[in-house]
């Protein structure tokens, strides 16, 4: 039996982190639970990366757009990525696009000058890491189960997902852990589930203005059997900590 453990929406930013090598808290639970357990593998489920350097909605914003670099937010990804395989070398890596990693090419496209100068795989060196490369809006199939980013952020977003998918589906994107069960009484009981896994980023970002949201601090500790069946334990990371079989990390 393998242990995955699944990194949803990181969202690492720049600014001092990688001068102080400072992470957020739930992030540095998560990183806790891989030292420990030294998984079979890593999957980061997009948006590891926040890239604000490439942020359209603040590039007319002069003040805010100060300082940002996009060598910076590539700079930072690879010292988080170096860090991570330092706790566990062994373990094989996922690492899946999210719509901020995405800017990169939405951002050569829009600037032709850029082209051939910008490409956020090869920029980050995650192929030249043995990572796996899961495209933007592609899933990745571990087992029975599906992986994706996700693309729908409406309120009832597990419902939704498990009527469009046909078999298990796990993902990030809208930084909150709901779930959707279904059983089909025709295929001997078999049993679907769609859940997102949380976040392991700021939950009240300067853009959101301290505006009310429901987003929850979580991965996931996915067990996979060798017949493709699986457990998925989607663990809530409160206040910098969770517990894992009795033990808080």
Known sequence: MELWIILPDIH?????????????????CAERVIEAYKPAGIMYLGDATDMES????????????????????????????????????????????????????QYVENHSEADGQMNFVEDAGIEKRGYEVVKYNDYKKLGKAIFIHGFDASAGHSAKMSRTYTSSVFYGHVHDIQSTSAVNPAGE??????????CLCDLNPKWMKNVPNKWLHGFGMFWLKSNGEFQMDTKSVIRGSTIVNGKEF
């Not at 690492?12 to 540095?28: M, S």
């Not at 670099?69 to 330092?86: A, G, Q, T, V, W």
């Not at 009981?189 to 949380?198: H, N, T, V, Y």
């Open 54 to 105: 490439l942020c359209y909605f603040d590039q007319d914003k002069r003040k805010l757009m100060e300082g940002r670099r996009y060598k910076k937010d590539i700079d930072s990804l690879k010292h988080m990525l170096d860090r991570h395989e330092s706790l566990s070398p062994k373990s094989k890596r996922i690492y899946m696009i999210g719509n901020h990693e995405d800017r990169v090419r």
């Open 189 to 198: 009981g078999q049993i679907r589930i769609a859940a997102s896994l949380g």
């Open 12 to 28: 690492d930013k720049h600014p001092e982190r990688l001068a102080r090598k400072v992470y957020h808290p739930a992030l540095q």
